[in-house]
């Protein structure tokens, strides 16, 4: 794969976890901004990154054009022309040299990437909250639905939604061309939104009912992405043998973490201070 496109907090952002995605490093590619992140206005119409990065070319398939004329113009030369051929044909190990010398800087970037574990984590596979939810009868009547539908309404939105219930678990899944409003920078605004149903739907019940609120598969999309960020992390402890503090985050998106680690003997994980700026460290095992 040469090109990927990715969503960031912001565009540095974006771009680091397309280059965890191409195994490239930042000179060996091309970055095209497609969408600029924006703040919103007390997080309601905030939007994340998004960015296209493309493999460069290689110098050598650049280059077969000027070398075809060079070599008519050696052909049809006298034969005095022949000390420059020497000297050409000098300078050419050298340059095969270079070449093969950023070809292994490249291939041992490459490899540091390749270094972590890709086989995903059990515990991963227990957070997925889709083997739960995808298989609940659809509600076309339920306080969860009526609730989101006034809220996006007053906000605007025009959105769609799909309310999937039973007596403990309530899945809405919302798409529309309004979406990336309804997500927020870094899922914010969904979280919240998502709160907010979850205390409308428990109230008054003796039974506590899991509420999720996904848009566009965000969530899940969100999950590898920071699974990415996770390994790619974990590769640059290991290498520069120095811990790292990850931004704060939620305690599902903290679990996604520790989780995507777990398995990693080089590494190990812990979470330090208190919501909403509890992060996680990454630490040499």
């Known amino acids: 794969m040469d090109v990927t ?41 905030s939007k994340l990154a998004l960015v296209r990065v493309e493999k460069k070319k290689k110098p ?5 054009e000027p070398e075809t004329k060079k070599a008519k113009v050696f052909d049809a030369a006298s034969e005095t022309k022949k000390p420059s051929t020497r000297n050409r044909s000098e300078q050419s190990p050298r340059k095969s040299y270079e070449k093969k010398n950023r070809h292994r800087k490249a291939e041992s970037s490459r490899n540091d990437l390749d270094e ?12 997925d909250f889709h ?58 605004t969904l979280d919240a939104i998502q709160y907010l149903t979850s205390l409308v739907v428990n109230k008054d019940r003796d039974n506590y009912v899991k509420v999720v609120v996904d848009a566009e598969n965000y969530r899940s999309k ?9 390994r790619k992390l974990a590769n640059k402890v290991v290498r520069t043998r120095r811990s790292v503090k990850l931004e704060p985050m939620n305690p599902y998106e903290r679990k996604v973490i520790h989780a995507t680690l777990q398995d990693d003997p080089r590494v190990t994980t812990r979470s330090e ?10 630490e040499l095992n």
């Open 5 to 45: 496109e990715k969503w960031g907090d912001d565009v540095d952002s974006a771009v680091e976890l397309a280059l965890a995605d191409l195994k490239l490093t930042r000179d060996e590619v091309d970055v095209t901004v497609l969408e600029e992140p924006s703040r919103g206005f007390f997080g309601i119409g």
């Open 60 to 64: 050598e398939e650049e280059e077969p």
């Open 116 to 127: 972590a574990p890709v086989q995903r984590s059990s515990k991963l596979e227990e957070l």
């Open 131 to 188: 083997k739960t939810m995808d298989v609940l009868p659809i509600c076309e009547d339920h306080p969860a639905k009526e609730f989101l539908e006034e809220v996006t309404e007053q906000m605007g939105l025009k959105l769609n939604m799909v309310v999937r219930a039973d007596e403990n678990n309530v899945y809405v899944n919302i798409d529309g061309n309004d979406s990336g409003t309804i997500i927020g920078k870094r899922g914010q």
């Open 222 to 230: 969100r999950e590898r992405t920071l699974e990415q960020l996770a």
């Open 273 to 282: 201070g208190q919501d909403p700026y509890r992060r996680v460290i990454i």
